[in-house]
């Protein structure tokens, strides 16, 4: 299947299978989200989810937590992954965001990568979601699901993901396209097991064709052929010594 096709399949499918898909962080606004995307680098949502209500509570503009201390706002997320540098970053970027953007948080994806703890990646998460740019966010999953599914093609760096998908995805699907490749790969396409056989794309799938060549089933067949066989020596040693047992007890007996 020519790689255009696998595009066209792709958004075929999650366009009128997961039409509105959204990020599974909690928030409430921009600054808010900001926040709840620095947290998750290297973290899950749902231990995000379970640290922001409070910090979100406790500090409530840029200008609030900007006062704050890093030690203060690390008693809050002390059970995210990098609590020290994390607390760190937010104070940095509230203090940037006061600073030198009204206390506002910039569009600009330049202009995001500018705070403290925002690579390209978040940057891209805010742009697509909050303000609706034609960007794409590549984190851990969309990078394998991308290249499993055959969107991509020896990409070996976030960059040349992003700068593939950029390419081929219709501009207008690019920010939901990072949500379709993120639950896809928090679902169905898992890093160790991915389950293909219930995968409902796995009809245009690369890593799927691949394993499922006419090559890959004889082989398969192959296997299991070997298989039983082995099993059927082992039966057959194992009557053997079963029989050779009870002719001695006979003897004994005699
Ligand atoms: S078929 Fe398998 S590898 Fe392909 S997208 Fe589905 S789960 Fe992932």
Same mark, same amino acid.
């Given at each position: 299947?020519l790689k255009?096709e696998?595009?066209?399949?792709? #958004? ?5 299978h997961?039409p509105?898909?959204? =990020? *599974?962080?909690?928030y ?7 926040? /709840?995307?620095i947290?998750?680098?290297q973290?899950?949502?749902?231990r995000?989810n379970? #640290? +922001?209500?409070a910090?979100? &509570?406790k500090? +409530?503009?840029p200008e609030?937590?900007?006062?704050? =201390?890093?030690d203060?706002v690390? =008693? ?16 940095g970027?509230a203090k ?14 330049t ?6 703890g ?11 979601v ?6 794409i ?9 991308a290249?499993?599914? &055959?969107?991509? +093609?020896?990409?070996?760096?976030? !960059?040349?993901?992003?700068?593939? !998908?950029?390419? %081929? !995805? ?7 396209a ?6 896809h790969?928090? %679902? ?6 991915? @389950?293909?056989?219930i995968?409902?794309?796995?009809w245009?799938?690369? %890593?799927?064709?691949?394993?499922? =060549?006419?090559? /890959?089933l004889?082989? /398969? *067949? ?5 298989? /039983?066989?082995?099993?059927?020596? @082992?039966? @057959?040693q ?6 050779e ?10």
């Open positions: 299947m255009l696998r595009y066209r399949h792709f #958004v075929d499918y999650f366009s009128k997961q509105n898909p959204v =990020t *599974e962080l909690h409430g606004n921009p600054f808010q989200l900001l926040i /709840a995307v947290l998750s680098a973290c899950t949502d749902k995000i379970q #640290v +922001t209500p910090l979100f &509570g500090f +409530t503009t609030e937590l900007a006062a704050s =201390t890093s203060e690390f =008693t809050y997320i002390r059970s995210v992954s990098y609590p020290n540098n994390k607390a760190k970053h937010l104070v970027m940037m965001l006061v600073e030198q953007f009204n206390s506002e948080v910039p569009s600009d994806i202009d995001l990568q500018k705070l403290p925002v690579g390209r990646k978040t940057a891209n998460v805010i742009a697509s909050i303000f609706d740019l034609p960007a966010a590549v984190d851990t999953h969309v990078f394998r699901v290249g499993r599914i &055959g969107l991509t +093609t020896n990409a070996r760096t976030p !960059l040349a993901v992003e700068k593939q !998908l950029t390419e %081929y !995805l219709p501009k207008q699907t690019l920010g939901i990072h949500h379709w490749l993120i639950l790969g928090r %679902y169905i396409c898992l890093a160790r097991s991915p @389950k293909c056989e995968c409902p794309i796995n245009f799938c690369k %890593y799927y064709e691949r394993n499922n =060549t006419e090559a /890959a004889l082989k /398969a *067949e192959a296997l299991k052929a070997k298989k /039983a066989k082995e099993q059927q020596k @082992k039966k @057959k194992l009557n053997t010594i079963s029989k047992l009870n002719k001695r007890s006979v003897d004994k007996d005699i």
